[in-house]
């Protein structure tokens, strides 16, 4: 069975997104793949929006796709 897949609006001006939504920004990372570089500082910490809820300010969002992109361009 094929997973579905979801469409995410385009990156807002400003604000948070959720997880889910990063890791479509980054191509389907896997989620382990990205905790584990959240904790070596590849990828912003999250931010705490409620006390079970938690988002990425989209202009760090922003600031990652950008290095990213820097760096497979070299």
């Known amino acids: 069975m094929d997973k579905k897949q979801t469409q995410y609006p385009p990156l807002p001006h400003e604000g948070f997104i959720r997880k889910p939504h990063f890791l479509y ?3 389907g ?3 382990s793949t990205f905790e584990d570089g959240v ?5 912003p ?8 809820t938690v988002g ?3 202009e ?6 950008e290095r990213i992109a820097t760096e ?3």
Do not use: Q
């Open 25 to 27: 920004l980054l191509g």
């Open 29 to 31: 990372m896997p989620s």
């Open 39 to 43: 904790r070596k500082g590849i990828f």
């Open 45 to 52: 910490k999250p931010v705490h929006l409620t006390d079970r």
């Open 56 to 58: 990425w300010r989209v």
């Open 60 to 65: 760090d969002v922003r600031t990652t796709l």
């Open 72 to 74: 497979t361009t070299r």
